[in-house]
């Protein structure tokens, strides 16, 4: 099961994780002065983070990776990197 929590920091900051598992989450913040919304995984999923754009006046909402995304794009991209952190962690339990 997965839960979103927003974090101290506010609404420019929050989480979504498994309710299982502590490590297993992806933190998002917003900076509000370069518009990017930065999300990065916790301890189980290592360094990568996804770095979305926040587009203005464009029909695609974000831009991530060089190409313009609409808001279900980049949750979907989100949610697939959770997953693949769930994945790691059902590998490493079974080994």
Do not use: Q
Not at 48 to 77: H, M
């Amino acid at each position: 099961m997965w839960a979103l929590t927003e974090e101290d920091a506010g609404i420019h900051c929050f989480t979504i994780g498994r309710t299982v598992s502590r490590d297993n989450y992806v933190e998002c913040s917003l900076d509000v002065e370069t518009w990017l919304l930065t999300c990065k995984p916790g301890p189980a999923g290592g360094n990568s983070a996804l770095i979305f754009e926040i587009l203005a006046g464009s029909s695609a909402a974000l831009r991530y990776a060089g190409s313009d995304r609409s808001i279900e794009e980049a949750v979907t991209l989100i949610l697939n990197e959770l997953v693949r952190l769930a994945g790691g962690e059902e590998a490493n339990r079974s080994s």
